[in-house]
Nanobody
Framework: QLQLVESGGGLVQAGASLRLSCAAS????????MGWFRQAPGKGREFVAA????????EYTNFVKGRFTISRDNVLKTLYLQMDNLKDEDTAIYYC??????????????????WGQGIQVTVSS
C-alpha cells in the first residue's frame, strides 16, 4: 500500500507563492505517475496537474498554466507543486495522487489509486 502525505499548505495573500510537497512511502511499485487535484467548497474534485514517471511529461489544466509547476524528486520519492501568482479562486483542498503500476499521466481522478489526505490552501485578496 502506497502512502502519500501532503505538506506546505496555508493562508497567503493573492499574488503570493506556495510550494506543496507530497511524500510517498510504503509498499508498492517503484515507478508511478503522480498528480495534483483540488476541491473547492461546494465543488467537485478537479484536475490540476500531472507528471509521468520518471518526469519527462507534464500536463496542466488551463487555469493554472503559466502559474503552477509540477515536478518530482524520484530519489526522495516526493512530488511538488510550485504555485505562483495565487488567486482567490485557487482556494481549495489540494490532494496528491499516484498511479501505482502506471507511468503515464492522466487527468481523470478515477485513474489514480492512491490519495493523500489533502491539505488546505487559502488565498485572500
Amino acid at each position: 500500500q502506497l502512502q502519500l502525505v501532503e505538506s506546505g499548505g496555508g493562508l497567503v495573500q493573492a499574488g503570493a507563492s506556495l510550494r506543496l510537497s507530497c511524500a510517498a512511502s510504503g509498499r508498492g511499485t517503484e515507478h508511478f505517475a503522480m498528480g495534483w487535484f483540488r476541491q473547492a467548497p461546494g465543488k467537485g474534485r478537479e484536475f490540476v496537474a500531472a507528471i509521468s514517471w520518471p518526469g519527462a511529461k507534464t500536463e496542466y489544466t488551463n487555469f493554472v498554466k503559466g502559474r503552477f509547476t509540477i515536478s518530482r524528486d524520484n530519489v526522495l520519492k516526493t512530488l511538488y507543486l510550485q504555485m505562483d501568482n495565487l488567486k482567490d479562486e485557487d482556494t481549495a483542498i489540494y490532494y496528491c495522487a499516484a498511479r501505482p503500476g502506471s507511468t503515464t499521466t492522466s487527468r481523470t481522478a478515477a485513474d489514480f489509486d492512491s490519495w493523500g489526505q489533502g491539505i488546505q490552501v487559502t488565498v485572500s485578496s
